[in-house]
């Protein structure tokens, strides 16, 4: 199979990047989209546009039967997820194969494994790989008693969640008996299942992942990126590959992300995601993301590899264009999450019309993004206006290239996180590399 009609069942920077490499390989990018997006930067550089429904993301990018009736009625070959949204659903993706149309992303079988965290630990746990000692917890009872064997402090997770919503931390009994019930509210109202499960939570950590390419048979890794600057479990910056890590460390990690592929032959993309704990020099396998991540182009700056093309090419039924022998990383590369946010203000959205839009170019210097001058920011998805990514040829010199690049950036009308990211780049904590993440958390502190 070849795909020549690509359906995009997402917006923003991710349509708009999916877009581009379809126009570079001469496929005919095609935009499913709620009313609220039908004159975006994305729908204007798509080939067609096709309304999936209302701006509310229930009727339109959440809506299966919506996104496989476009795809079928434009002819769409193959349907691109992006992130988010539907992304790592294992019904959108068994409803594209029913409906004969490619699914550019891992089979039902494995989206269903990962999507669900205590399913995705048991297939870390037998493949060989290191868990965060933890397990499911019923109710209060049964966490109560999961957290005096574990100890506290403890982190509380969504089973089916991610991108940190239903999680809370509990120091004592009483905090537990506090955030549980929170907690188990967000996920169901999130992902419509309230189920969690509890982790001791590592007070000193930080938050490495490995990039993982598969095709069914063969599975490769493509290094390392450190996703520590968090805030609520949401990453805010990231840079590949991890800094400070000792070769012996990071190997391990490599190593331990190439056997949970191959434990489920996986297929396409994919994100393994690891805890390193400072204080026990230990880590720990935290989840997988089997999807396309927000910060993949740090990975492309230091491996030369368009990831959607590759992506595209295992959708096609294709063996991969790589080996592990042949994969060569290069030097440093940084990505700032640039969001329509009062960062001073609790991080505060702030929808509205974007009246500047000036990015900085040049040498080792790349935007992913969806705005421009005029754009409308929409109130009812995700914040993110742009990722400002730069490339050099050691870590030093990444910093001073991104310090530079924000310099040159500017964005009006709306609040944003460029001012946040600019001081970011300055702290003298975050030049000297390898902090945790709860760095941010003091970050902030030292603002007020």
Same mark, same amino acid.
């Given at each position: 199979?070849?795909?020549?009609?690509?359906?995009?069942?997402?917006?923003?920077?991710?349509?708009?990047?999916?877009?581009?490499?379809?126009?570079?390989?001469?496929?005919?990018?095609?935009?499913?989209?709620?009313?609220?997006?039908?004159?975006?930067?994305?729908?204007?550089?798509?080939?067609?546009?096709?309304?999936?429904?209302?701006?509310?993301?229930?009727?339109?990018?959440?809506?299966?039967?919506?996104?496989?009736?476009?795809?079928?009625?434009?002819?769409?070959?193959?349907?691109?997820?992006?992130?988010?949204?539907?992304?790592?659903?294992?019904?959108?993706?068994?409803?594209?194969?029913?409906?004969?149309?490619?699914?550019?992303?891992?089979?039902?079988?494995?989206?269903?494994?990962?999507?669900?965290?205590?399913?995705?630990?048991?297939?870390?746990?037998?493949?060989?790989?290191?868990?965060?000692?933890?397990?499911?917890?019923?109710?209060?009872?049964?966490?109560?008693?999961?957290?005096?064997?574990?100890?506290?402090?403890?982190?509380?997770?969504?089973?089916?969640?991610?991108?940190?919503?239903?999680?809370?931390?509990?120091?004592?009994?009483?905090?537990?008996?506090?955030?549980?019930?929170?907690?188990?509210?967000?996920?169901?109202?999130?992902?419509?299942?309230?189920?969690?499960?509890?982790?001791?939570?590592?007070?000193?950590?930080?938050?490495?992942?490995?990039?993982?390419? +598969?095709? *069914?048979?063969?599975?490769?890794?493509?290094?390392?990126? $450190?996703?520590? &600057?968090?805030?609520? #479990?949401?990453? %805010? @910056?990231?840079?590949?590959?991890?800094?400070?890590?000792?070769?012996?460390?990071?190997?391990?990690?490599?190593?331990?992300?190439?056997?949970?592929?191959?434990?489920?032959?996986?297929?396409?993309?994919?994100?393994?995601?690891?805890?390193?704990?400072?204080?026990?020099?230990?880590?720990?396998?935290?989840?997988?993301?089997?999807?396309?991540?927000?910060?993949?182009?740090?990975?492309?700056?230091?491996?030369?590899?368009?990831?959607?093309?590759?992506?595209?090419?295992?959708?096609?039924?294709?063996?991969?264009?790589?080996?592990?022998?042949?994969?060569?990383?290069?030097?440093?590369?940084?990505?700032?999450?640039?969001?329509?946010?009062?960062?001073?203000?609790?991080?505060?959205?702030?929808?509205?019309?974007?009246?500047?839009?000036?990015?900085?170019? +040049?040498? *080792?210097?790349?935007?992913?993004?969806?705005?421009?001058? $005029?754009?409308? &920011?929409?109130?009812? #998805?995700?914040? %993110? @206006?742009?990722?400002?990514?730069?490339?050099?040829?050691?870590?030093?010199?990444?910093?001073?290239?991104?310090?530079?690049?924000?310099?040159?950036?500017?964005?009006?009308?709306?609040?944003?996180?460029?001012?946040?990211?600019?001081?970011?780049?300055?702290?003298?904590?975050?030049?000297?590399?390898?902090?945790?993440?709860?760095?941010?958390?003091?970050?902030?502190?030292?603002?007020?």
């Amino acid at each position: 199979m070849i795909v020549r009609r690509l359906l995009i069942a997402n917006r923003g920077e991710i349509a708009v990047r999916v877009i581009r490499t379809c126009r570079r390989l001469g496929i005919t990018p095609i935009l499913a989209a709620s009313s609220a997006d039908l004159d975006s930067v994305a729908a204007r550089l798509a080939h067609e546009v096709v309304c999936l429904g209302p701006p509310r993301s229930l009727d339109s990018y959440l809506n299966i039967d919506a996104v496989v009736a476009a795809a079928v009625r434009v002819r769409a070959d193959a349907v691109h997820p992006g992130y988010g949204f539907l992304a790592e659903n294992p019904r959108l993706a068994a409803a594209c194969e029913a409906a004969g149309i490619a699914f550019v992303g891992p089979t039902p079988a494995q989206l269903a494994a990962l999507g669900d965290k205590l399913n995705a630990r048991r297939h870390a746990v037998a493949a060989g790989l290191p868990v965060v000692p933890g397990g499911e917890a019923d109710d209060l009872e049964s966490a109560r008693t999961l957290a005096a064997a574990i100890g506290y402090p403890v982190l509380i997770k969504a089973v089916a969640g991610g991108g940190g919503r239903g999680m809370r931390h509990a120091h004592t009994d009483a905090e537990l008996e506090q955030s549980l019930p929170r907690a188990m509210a967000e996920a169901a109202a999130a992902f419509g299942d309230g189920r969690i499960y509890l982790e001791r939570f590592v007070t000193a950590g930080r938050h490495i992942e490995v990039q993982l390419l +598969g095709d *069914g048979a063969t599975v490769i890794h493509l290094g390392t990126r $450190d996703c520590s &600057i968090q805030r609520r #479990y949401q990453k %805010l @910056l990231e840079e590949a590959p991890a800094p400070g890590l000792a070769e012996d460390l990071r190997a391990g990690m490599e190593a331990a992300a190439i056997a949970l592929g191959r434990h489920l032959g996986y297929r396409g993309l994919g994100t393994v995601e690891f805890l390193f704990d400072c204080e026990g020099g230990r880590f720990y396998f935290l989840e997988m993301n089997a999807r396309i991540q927000v910060e993949h182009p740090v990975t492309e700056a230091i491996c030369g590899r368009d990831l959607v093309e590759e992506q595209l090419a295992v959708a096609e039924g294709r063996r991969l264009r790589l080996s592990q022998d042949t994969v060569r990383l290069a030097g440093h590369a940084i990505e700032c999450r640039l969001n329509a946010e009062d960062w001073l203000d609790g991080f505060r959205p702030s929808p509205g019309r974007v009246t500047c839009a000036r990015f900085a170019a +040049g040498e *080792g210097i790349r935007l992913d993004g969806h705005v421009q001058a $005029d754009s409308q &920011i929409p109130p009812y #998805y995700d914040s %993110l @206006l742009a990722k400002l990514i730069v490339h050099g040829p050691d870590r030093p010199a990444a910093l001073a290239r991104m310090a530079g690049a924000l310099e040159r950036c500017e964005i009006g009308g709306v609040a944003n996180t460029l001012p946040m990211h600019r001081a970011l780049l300055a702290h003298p904590a975050f030049a000297a590399g390898g902090v945790t993440t709860g760095f941010f958390e003091r970050f902030m502190a030292e603002q007020a």
